[in-house]
């Protein structure tokens, strides 16, 4: 089955840049979305058609794709920025998520 | 601004049906939008289930398929998911969201998302 990969967890300074990858054969054939989840919270739309950010999304979110993988960056990273991270994209069937990344900024 | 909001109960026993309703408010499900349900595991795994169409197409997770149904009502402004014969593999925070894409072109993106309402299943 088709799967999307991404690392259980990632650490930055704050101010640093963060990046958050996704692993999948058929990225960069299918667009991918990102997702942050804060704790307690549903998710939220950060990143969508492989690098697009959604109204109200503060402009150091960015992403890329290339083929087989998909890149979330957060540029001057914040405190507020610690949550769950999810890549998202479509199989031949279905809608699939990454097992997503827990970002920790220390 | 689009509010959605999932409602139904929090306990359905093994082999039971689950059935959650999801308000739409601040739109309407008969805009241009796919409505979705999307349900996240205790190990915080996300899963989509499938979604409609305010005419009343759906498309499903084939791996849910033969158990789901997903409906539409445009009087009431609501999206109701029924999923049979549960198990405990079942138990999740269920979400309903608007796609802004569609699923089957492989443009699917979800915003916003409701509050989640927790489903256990359990005798």
């Known amino acids: 089955s088709y799967e999307l990969t991404q690392p259980p967890s990632v650490t930055v300074s704050p101010g640093q840049t963060a990046k958050i990858t996704c692993s999948g054969d058929k990225l960069g054939h299918f667009y991918a979305s990102w997702y942050q989840q804060r704790p307690g919270q549903s998710p939220v739309l950060v990143i969508f058609?492989?690098?697009k950010r959604p109204s109200g999304i503060p402009e150091r979110f960015s992403g890329s794709a290339s083929q087989g993988t998909a890149t979330l960056a957060i540029s001057g990273t914040q405190t507020m920025d610690e949550a769950d991270y999810y890549c998202?994209?479509?199989?031949?069937?279905?809608?699939?998520f990454g097992g997503g990344t827990r970002l920790a900024v220390l | 601004q689009v509010k959605l909001q999932e409602s139904g109960p929090g306990l359905v026993k093994p082999s039971g049906t689950l059935s959650l309703t999801c308000a739409v408010s601040?739109?309407?499900?008969?805009?241009?939008?796919?409505w979705s349900w999307v349900r996240q595991s205790p190990g915080k795994r996300l899963e989509w289930i499938g979604e409609i169409y305010h005419s009343g197409s759906a498309s499903y997770n084939p791996s849910l398929k033969s158990r789901v149904t997903i409906s539409v009502d445009r009087s009431k402004s609501q999206i109701s998911l029924n999923l049979t014969s549960v198990t405990a593999a079942d138990t999740a925070v269920y979400y309903c969201?608007?796609?802004?894409?569609?699923?089957?072109?492989?443009?699917?993106?979800?915003?916003?998302w409701g509050q989640g309402t927790l489903v256990t299943v359990s005798s």
């Open positions: 601040g739109g309407s499900v008969s805009s241009e939008d796919w």
């Open positions: 058609q492989d690098n």
């Open positions: 998202q994209a479509w199989d031949s069937g279905a809608v699939i």
């Open positions: 969201a608007r796609d802004l894409g569609i699923a089957v072109a492989g443009t699917a993106r979800f915003d916003p």
